[in-house]
């Protein structure tokens, strides 16, 4: 049983911390139509800001207001950045964000150095949640799922239930029409993008502690983040969240598996031909795992061009 | 005011100098390393150490009193750029090649030189391999003109394993993980011979995709799941400190045994968790004793930062050269790559380690090892932390060796 819930519940938050980082980069597709590529960049800020700022307020403070600074980034990178942009089309708006990703690589590197920084989870949370098998549960781990979790909740409810969800839901859907109906879209954009970044900010706070806040760990995230939203559906919430969860589970329960193609077509026997061939036909599936989310994104896009909750084209 | 005639007077002598010296070329020495994107830091690291080199070989009075010229290029990180960087290197005048972050870039780099030198007989290029540690560059892919200064998979996991041995650190279960490419399975080969010599059994092999894993609990399931004494592990940068950080999450009681621990910046992120880990090291600076602390002094001197991780290595490497260059004569001041060649065959210098020599047989140098264990008790410490790499044994070049592979046929000018 253990052998299964382990890698289960380790899959679980591995895919809701991805979907913190993808809620905002989805949410801002879905808004404004523009795949940012700098949006990775604001998790690796989140880490940063709130590195340096752990050593002025203290760990908590620093995971709540760095979240805050990077939404701000946010906002004046949508404000003076993208919206000057806007109206030479997408592939304008796409190629800025992938210059600032770079830029903003470069910036980290000068404040802070080539290497990792030495941002680690506090004391008061390091230890053990409870133990399965011979292995301890660390408590971080739950606490980085329930803060993802509250996020969805949170970001959920103010779609769903509260008047400026009606006006950011009426935004993405027919910005025309409701700025005719005397709505500010370009500050409702604004604020959405804010939000967005705000949110990968709050992903790299906390995951930064847990895993490593170095310069590289925008990269090393962000390509699984675009992964997700395409596999999710380009703009649905509900569909990252879904893609989260199933690459995540995926990738952690294929390291437990050391099959092979060859091991299959043993069931008709020919395991031995395919073991003699050799190549990709013994290749471990644990020694895939971390490629497996671009197998599935290839897959989704096959079969269903717009992911798996998407609506649009 | 000095009369002008007198000035000129003055400055002849020095003039006909430098001019008798502008007509021989001066030996350029082109490092084609990663200096930009995600892999630079280590890049740079290499950089700092050749600078430091060619600056120590000039004030040593360069190639017959002729300072060397180092030339940098950047080989933005994969083969395809290495392959046009050294394109540029040659086409400015380069005599010499140093590169080592990556065997995928080193193995570009050794079959573009083995090439050039077949098709330009008399104005072939050397290779000086300081850190790419890949089997294949010393087994089927040697060749003449490719020199490797640097550890490879054996040497690195004999010394690891004799080292915990002594300290009772080994066990009698060891579990091989490492990245998918051509040193993690390097590593992985080696880890499986050198069961029978250390009493250990393999328990479990596992090998992972290349810095594309952020999440390794699942992998540490694996490792408990095995009741592995000991891993072993020849992974870098982020897939050794993201390994580390989930088994002490997970209360993961084995020992590591590694080949990166010393990489700046991984003792500060590690934190308590590096404590009692074990490192194959080619340079340590308290096994090095009274030379070890003076070539500290010195690097942070020059350069503003101690020698860790590759940079000893580089060092030494730069300085087998510059002794091999001594070996060469002047003749009409254009410097014979041939000759240099067999001279860096022969060479040896006494690095603060030990003595540092040259195989002819496939250009693996023969260098020092230890074997340490992140301590608090080190006497310099890694970091800015209060902890630090302390030496548990010591291997001289003789001890550390191991047989040069069948596979390596090497073609040698006649």
């Known amino acids: 049983m253990e052998q299964l819930a382990t890698p289960l519940l380790n899959g679980v938050i591995y895919g809701l911390l991805l979907f913190m980082v993808s809620a905002g980069l989805t949410l801002i597709f879905g808004m404004m139509g523009i795949l940012n590529f700098a949006h990775a960049s604001f998790y690796m800020l989140g880490a940063y800001f709130a590195y340096a700022l752990q050593d002025v307020f203290g760990f908590w403070p620093a995971i709540i207001v760095s979240p805050l600074l990077v939404g701000v980034v946010g906002i004046l990178v949508e404000r003076y950045i993208l919206r000057r942009v806007h109206r030479f089309g997408h592939a304008h708006e796409l190629l800025i964000t992938f210059g600032l990703s770079f830029i903003i690589v470069e910036l980290v590197k000068l404040f802070f150095g080539n290497y990792p920084v030495n941002y680690r989870v506090p004391a008061s949370l390091d230890f053990a949640a409870f133990t399965m098998g011979s292995l301890d549960y660390p408590a971080y781990r739950l606490f980085m799922g329930i803060v993802a979790i509250g996020m969805f909740v949170a970001i959920y409810l103010l779609l769903s239930r509260t008047r400026v969800g009606i006006v950011v839901r009426s935004a993405i859907h027919r910005p025309k029409m409701a700025e005719a109906l005397g709505h500010n879209v370009p500050r409702v954009f604004m604020g959405v993008f804010g939000v967005g970044a705000a949110m990968a900010g709050l992903a790299g706070a906390v995951a930064g502690a847990f895993y490593t806040t170095s310069p590289n760990m925008a990269l090393e995230l962000g390509v699984l983040v675009f992964v997700v939203v395409v596999i999710g559906g380009l703009g649905s919430l509900e569909g990252a969240m879904l893609a989260s969860l199933l690459i995540g589970i995926v990738t952690s329960v294929a390291v437990g598996i050391d099959a092979s193609l060859a091991d299959f077509m ?48 | ?32 390393e990663t200096l930009s994107g995600p892999q630079a830091a280590t890049g740079l690291t290499y950089r700092a150490a050749v600078r430091y080199a060619v600056e120590r070989i000039n004030a040593d009075g360069g190639w017959h009193g002729e300072p060397l010229e180092l030339l940098e290029y950047d080989n933005q990180g994969g083969p ?71 550890g490879n998979a054996p040497m690195r996991v004999n010394a690891l394993v004799a080292g915990m041995k002594q300290d009772q650190a080994l ?5 091989a993980i490492n990245q998918n490419y051509s040193w993690g399975q390097d590593m992985e080969q080696a880890i499986v011979d050198g069961a029978a010599a250390g009493g250990y059994t393999v328990v479990e092999k596992t090998l992972h995709d290349v810095g594309k894993i952020q999440d390794f609990s699942p992998y540490v399931n694996k490792i408990a799941a095995s009741h592995a004494d000991t891993v072993m592990t020849g ?32 003792i500060a992120n590690a934190g308590d968790v590096a404590l009692g880990n074990y490192v194959a090291q080619t340079f340590n600076p308290e096994a090095a004793g009274e030379a070890g602390a003076a070539f500290m002094q010195d690097y942070r001197a020059k350069t503003g930062h101690e020698p860790t991780f590759i940079e000893p290595q580089t060092v030494f490497g730069m300085l087998l050269v510059g002794e091999a260059l001594r070996q060469v004569p002047a003749g009409d001041g254009k410097l014979n790559v041939r000759k240099l060649a067999l001279a860096l065959e022969q060479a040896s210098i006494e690095t603060p380690m030990g003595k540092l ?29 209060d902890m630090g790499f302390k030496p548990v044994k010591r291997f001289t070049a003789e001890e550390a060796a191991v047989p040069a592979q069948a596979s390596c046929r090497m073609q040698r000018p006649d």
């Open chain 1, 266 to 313: 043993a069931l008709f026997g020919a395991g031995d031909l395919a073991r003699e061939i050799g190549g990709i036909l013994v290749l471990k599936v644990s020694s895939l795992a971390a490629s497996l989310p671009f197998a599935l994104m290839l897959l989704v896009l096959l079969v269903r061009p717009s992911g798996l909750m998407g609506d649009k084209e």
């Open chain 2, 1 to 32: 005011m000095k009369s002008p005639a007198v000035l000129k007077m003055a400055l002849l002598p020095g003039l006909m100098f430098a001019s008798a010296l502008a007509t021989a070329a001066p030996v350029k020495i082109a490092l084609v």
């Open chain 2, 80 to 150: 395809a750029g290495a392959a046009d960087k050294l394109k540029a290197a040659i086409s400015d005048g380069a005599q010499i090649v140093v590169q080592g972050a990556s065997s995928a870039i080193g193995g570009q780099i050794t079959e573009d030189v083995r090439k050039w030198d077949l098709r330009n007989p008399g104005r072939e290029l050397i290779y000086l391999n300081v850190g790419a540690e890949a089997q294949a560059l010393t087994g089927d892919k040697c060749q003449f003109y490719h020199f490797r200064v640097a």
């Open chain 2, 171 to 175: 066990g009698s279960k060891v579990y």
């Open chain 2, 235 to 266: 992974n870098w940068g982020s897939d050794l400190l993201l390994l580390m950080k989930a088994a002490k999450t997970a209360g993961l009681k084995a020992r590591f045994g590694t080949v990166y621990l010393d990489q700046p910046g991984n």
């Open chain 2, 357 to 385: 020599s040259m195989r002819a047989q496939d250009h693996q140098a023969l260098l020092p090892l230890a074997v340490s264990v992140v301590s608090r008790d080190a006497k310099y410490k890694a970091d800015g932390t």
